[in-house]
């Protein structure tokens, strides 16, 4: 989708109250740490784990799963996991990285859910899969939707849209927390954007989410207006702002002597 540097229209307004209620056994939402409620439920099989910590591998998808409130022992997980002067992805993350940990990357987001989509399938979506990742990984390399890398096709459904036996739109699925879908890598090639391809890949998507009972949901940049726009008009509702952001793991990390030592590997 194309980037606009346009503030987020003044008519998006999250709920009253956006949090749902923390009575249960847990305090939390799935969406509020939606890639550690996926990992812990739908996507266990993918998880790797020191301690608290939990990852994708890294050729599926980037994101790092921590616990809700980490301390200072978790972020010595996520260095092991990860590997000195690594960048470490953390998407819908509420929490501030140690300081000695350098930000690379912060962006401000929105996290949406269906509302009152009109899903329906599209007869001409094909169905993507491992044959078809190097034109997906091209596709992305020249629209810049977001991480999509090797193995990212493993997550959930994929389609697709052609023309002329090109590869010109896709869209599909990526974190799974119980009972939610998150609906990703929605691109389209830039000689046949405005004629509404995005937003049938869409629909189609959020048909197979709601087929199995779930509920689809996404993320988008705050200042990408433009998708905003799109997924609201398809009936998806602002549930809450969030954070993405890139940190690098140091090269030492402190003992409890207050020395310094390598981090781990």
Do not use: K
Not at 52 to 69: C, F, G, M, Q, S
């Amino acid at each position: 989708m194309p980037q606009s540097d346009t503030r987020l229209p003044a008519d998006i307004r999250p709920p009253a109250d956006p949090r749902p209620s923390t009575a249960g056994a847990s305090p939390l939402h799935p969406l509020d740490n939606p890639a550690r409620s996926s990992l812990t439920g739908p996507h266990a099989h993918f998880a790797e784990r020191r301690g608290r910590i939990l990852r994708y591998p890294p050729d599926v998808t980037p994101w790092i799963a921590l616990p809700d409130a980490p301390e200072a022992p978790d972020w010595a997980d996520v260095a092991a996991l990860a590997g000195p002067g690594a960048a470490v992805a953390l998407a819908a993350f509420q929490e501030a990285p140690p300081p000695d940990w350098e930000v690379v990357f912060r962006a401000e987001g929105v996290q949406l859910v269906d509302e009152s989509v009109d899903a329906a399938p599209d007869p001409e979506a094909v169905r993507l899969g491992p044959q078809d990742v190097p034109e997906m990984l091209d596709l992305v390399a020249r629209t810049r939707p977001g991480p999509f890398l090797p193995r990212t096709v493993e997550l959930g459904t994929y389609l697709g849209i052609r023309r002329g036996g090109d590869l010109v739109a896709m869209a599909g699925e990526r974190l799974h927390p119980p009972g939610w879908t998150e609906i990703s890598g929605v691109c389209t090639e830039e000689s046949v954007r405005g004629r509404g391809l995005a937003g049938r890949l869409v629909r189609a998507v959020a048909y197979g989410v709601r087929e199995r009972g779930e509920t689809p949901f996404l993320h988008a940049s705050a200042s990408n207006t433009n998708a905003v726009r799109l997924y609201e008009s398809l009936g998806f509702r602002l549930r809450r702002r969030t954070e993405f952001l890139s940190a690098l793991v140091p090269a030492t990390l402190p003992a409890a002597d207050g020395t310094r030592r390598p981090s781990p590997r």
